[in-house]
Structure formats: structure tokens, C-alpha cells
């Protein structure tokens, strides 16, 4: 059984479209609440960190929902397209009450845009399974990856050629192609994915057993108070350090642009070019260091990514001005991540009994979620009180503190097998 790349890539559409929204809400609303609004850092993380505190209640409401209910056109189809439809309409506000400089207006759009998003976001990303055979499910997960990382290499093309300088630019023109983008993919995805006739196909597939792993139906699986003490240990280490390489790297993300008006002197959009360096390189790094991991194993691949991410944001701490060397070390940056990100989430479901992945997967994602709650306000505090200049040292110290506890994770490290298609490296939880 071979993988329908042509109809995966067509589901990816979905991803591509969220991912380049996100990409463009990271990178611009941080400017809006600072040079419009004059909002102090703090607070703007606050408003940063809201769509992580949405996701945590709404994510899985409408993924839940979208399973139970059943249209003409599908179960996650409708969520899609309402989703993307009410995002498109209030995201194109957003410069509109940026111009207008009325908060308020500001505020309720932004938060119309989080909830619309959050719609459609698990719905979008179940319907690969959904029209995927298991056994073909990791594969496919690679392709929807290289999707999400196409919507946002795009946004941050389009911010670097159409964010102009000065304090306040006109974002109307970027917000409204970026939303153009999100329109067809979404039209092509609904034109040419069947999604209620290829999710028949797919149960009938299922039901005759074609397609599917074997699993071990006698392992219940208890969670984590089921695990031996030193495997609970390990658990634990790890998931500390997705939270903490977590508050390190959605820190730089958020400010980043912001950094680099204020410390490196970077007009307009021109700090997406150093976020596209680094954008670019995770996603060469993916199968390199899927490699390097089936010869040393994940927990050396995780530590040496880290000691990549220190090295980068320690460094980076030193330039006062825009140099080309910043690229470089972003560079290192976005290899560090994608060393880590290949290779973490597998640790912590290779914990897991069988019927406990999901479990697992769980907190994986409580961890990962909360660090990118808590580090916007926090990072932004020291942004406003402190200085600028403790973004890359704050970030720095989250990193060591990653390395400190991920030497104590003793489980989870099996030297994986390489697969025959190289692309099932690449299958990393975001």
C-alpha cells in the first residue's frame, strides 16, 4: 500500500492555511500593541499568550464536536470552512482598527479571530487521519508538516516584500493577501477533497483490515502511575524540559520582532528575513538529524540541539546592531529546534503503554502549551522593566535549565530503526 501524496498534499492545504495565519500573528500583532497602542510588554504578552489559553478549552471542543456530527460534506469539512470564512472577516479588521488606533475595536476582532481559528484547528488536522490508512499515517504526517512550515516561510516572504518601514506602517495590504492565501487554499481543498466519500472508503478499508497496524489489545496501559518509579522519573525530566525549552524558544518568537526594531535597528519587515533563515533550516534539518539520532540515539540528538539554542541565543546576546551573522546564529537556532522537536514527542510516548499514547500525547501537549502560555507575560515583563537586552539571556537560561534536566531522563531512548521513506522522519508534533 503506497501513500496518495497528490490528495495528502491537498489535505495539507488546511495546515498550510493555519500555519501561515500563525506565522503573521506572531510577527505583526507584537508591533501593533507597542507602536499603536503604546501597550507595556506585559500586558502585551498577556494578550500574546491568549490564543495558547483558548486553544487549551476550545481545541478539544471542537475536535470532540467534529466528531460527532455528520453533514453532506463531512464531519470536519463544515468546521473548515465556517472556521476559515469568520477568521478571513474579523483578521482583515485588524489593520483597519490599527489605523483607526481604536483599542477596543482592536481587542474584540483579535479575540474573533483567536475563537474562528480555533474552530477549525483541530478539525483541520484530524482530517488526515481521517482519510489516511494507520499504517500510512506517519508518512502522511511528514507531508502535512512540510505544509505547515510552506504557510509559514510564505507569510514571512510576504511581511519581508510587503511591511514597509517606519513606527506605523500599513498592515492592511499584507493582512489582506495573507487572508487571499487562506481563501484558496481552503476553496482548493474543498474542491478536490471528498472528504465524506473518502472517510466511506476509508472505514470499509479499516473493516477489512487493510491498512492497519497490529495492536496489542491486552495492554490497558495506567498512565503515569503506572510507570515504574525510574521510568516516572524520566517522565517527568522530560516533560520539564519541553516546558522549559518551550519558554525559551516561543519568547524569542514572540519579540523577536519587536528586538529587532529596538536593539538591531531592522525597518519594516526586514526582521522576517532572519525568521525565514531560521524557518528554512529546521525544515533542511528534519531528515539530517532523523539520521543522526538512528546512530547516537534521541537523547544525545535532544542534548545537542539544546547546546545549539544556548550557543545561538547566547551569542546573539552580543550584537547591538543588525550584522549577517545574526542570520547564522538564528540558523543554529532553527537546527537546535528541529533536533529537539524530531525527537521529543517520540521519548515521551515511547514511555507509554499502548492503549496510553493518547495519554501520553496529552501531556506532551499540557507541557509544550503551558510554557507558551507563561512566557510571553513573563519574558515581557523583563522586556518592559528591565531592558531588551534580556530576551536572549532569558531564553539563554531556559535552555540550561532544558539541559539540566533532560541529562536526567534515563528512558524513552531506543535507537530508532531508519525507515524506508525518509519523510516519516519528519512526522515531530508542533
Not at 47 to 57: G, Q
Not at 169 to 198: N, R, S, W
Not at 342 to 353: C, L
Amino acid at each position: 500500500m503506497k501513500l496518495n501524496y497528490k490528495r495528502t498534499f491537498l489535505v495539507g492545504l488546511a495546515f498550510m492555511s493555519i500555519s501561515a495565519f500563525w506565522q503573521l500573528y506572531d510577527s505583526i500583532i507584537p508591533l501593533m500593541l507597542k507602536n499603536t497602542f503604546g501597550l507595556g510588554d506585559t500586558l502585551a504578552g498577556g494578550i500574546m499568550a491568549l490564543d495558547n489559553i483558548l486553544a487549551l478549552f476550545l481545541l478539544p471542543l471542537f475536535g470532540t464536536l467534529s466528531d460527532r456530527v455528520d453533514t453532506p460534506i463531512g464531519k470536519r469539512m463544515p468546521f473548515v470552512l465556517v472556521g476559515t470564512g469568520v477568521t478571513v472577516l474579523a483578521m482583515v479588521c485588524l489593520p483597519i482598527a490599527d489605523n483607526l488606533t481604536n483599542l477596543p475595536l482592536f481587542m474584540s476582532v483579535l479575540f474573533v479571530t483567536l475563537l474562528a481559528v480555533s474552530v477549525y484547528r483541530s478539525p483541520a488536522v484530524a482530517l488526515m487521519p481521517d482519510v489516511t490508512p494507520p499504517a500510512l499515517r506517519s508518512k502522511a504526517n511528514a507531508v502535512i508538516n512540510l505544509m505547515g512550515a510552506l504557510g509559514a516561510v510564505l507569510a514571512l516572504v510576504l511581511i519581508r516584500v510587503l511591511v514597509p518601514e517606519g513606527d506605523r506602517p500599513d498592515y492592511m495590504p499584507i493582512f489582506g493577501l495573507v487572508a487571499g492565501v487562506m481563501v484558496v487554499a481552503t476553496l482548493v481543498l474543498f474542491a478536490t477533497i471528498k472528504e465524506k466519500k473518502l472517510a466511506s472508503e476509508m472505514q470499509a478499508m479499516q473493516a477489512s483490515g487493510e491498512g492497519t497496524h497490529q495492536t496489542d489489545s491486552a495492554n490497558q496501559g495506567t498512565g503515569v502511575k503506572g510507570l515504574a518509579p525510574a521510568v516516572r522519573r524520566s517522565l517527568i525530566c522530560l516533560l520539564l524540559s519541553v516546558f522549559f525549552w518551550f519558554m525559551a524558544y516561543n519568547a524569542v518568537t514572540t519579540a523577536f520582532s519587536k528586538y529587532a526594531q529596538e536593539v538591531l535597528g531592522m525597518e519594516g519587515g526586514k526582521f522576517a528575513s532572519s525568521l525565514l533563515v531560521a524557518t528554512i533550516v529546521a525544515v533542511v534539518a528534519f531528515i539530517p538529524v532523523g539520521i543522526f539520532a538512528s546512530n547516537l540515539g534521541r537523547k544525545r540528538t535532544i542534548l545537542f540541539g539544546v547546546a545549539l539554542m544556548f550557543v545561538g541565543f547566547t551569542a546573539a546576546f552580543f550584537f547591538t546592531s543588525y550584522h549577517p551573522a545574526v542570520n547564522i546564529l538564528l540558523g543554529l537556532v532553527g537546527l537546535g529546534w528541529a533536533a529537539i522537536n524530531v525527537n521529543s514527542y517520540p521519548m515521551v510516548v515511547e514511555m507509554a503503554k499502548g492503549s496510553d499514547i493518547g495519554k501520553f500525547t496529552g501531556y506532551y501537549y499540557t507541557f509544550s502549551m503551558s510554557g507558551q502560555i507563561i512566557t510571553p507575560v513573563l519574558s515581557g515583563a523583563f522586556l518592559e522593566y528591565v531592558g531588551y537586552r534580556t530576551l536572549f539571556p532569558y531564553a539563554a537560561i531556559f535552555m540550561l535549565l532544558a539541559c539540566l534536566t533532560m541529562t536526567q531522563v534515563k528512558h524513552g531512548d531506543h535507537k530508532p530503526l531508519l525507515p524506508k521513506d525518509k519523510l516519516e522522519m519528519l512526522d515531530v508534533g508542533d
